[in-house]
């Protein structure tokens, strides 16, 4: 089993940044990385970006790509999401995800990111 547990949502101003974080504990050795997906009122969960344990392998969907920033601090076993230019298209529930193989196994609760325009 894998645990996840996001923080670091808010309200922001269109344009603004935030920093979401993701604690990981248990089984994590399992896993391939960890990422997170997102989702909006009446829209599908949606892929935002992924980091392998090794730092060097992140993936970014074209939506996000040159303002959000995933990193990972091993020690600490903490993803990070550096948002910044903020959308309002950018407000959703974000979940930290946990991948093994293929397949994004386990999941956290959600934070809430709201940008106001």
């Known amino acids: 089993q894998v645990f996840l547990a996001e923080s670091g949502g808010g309200l922001v101003q269109a344009g603004g940044s935030l920093r979401l974080s993701c604690a990981s504990s248990?089984?994590?050795?399992?896993?391939?990385?960890l990422g997170w997906f997102r989702q909006a009122p009446g829209k599908e969960r949606e892929f935002v970006a992924f980091i392998g344990w090794s730092g060097y392998s992140t993936d970014y969907a074209d939506s996000v790509k040159g303002r959000f920033t995933i990193s990972r601090d091993n020690a600490k076993n903490t993803v990070y999401l550096e948002m910044n230019s903020l959308k309002a298209e950018d407000t959703a529930v974000y979940y930290c995800?946990?991948?093994?193989?293929?397949?994004?196994?386990?999941r956290g609760q959600g934070t809430q990111v709201t940008v106001s325009s």
């Open positions: 995800v946990a991948r093994i193989a293929t397949t994004y196994a386990y």
């Open positions: 248990g089984r994590t050795f399992s896993t391939d990385g």
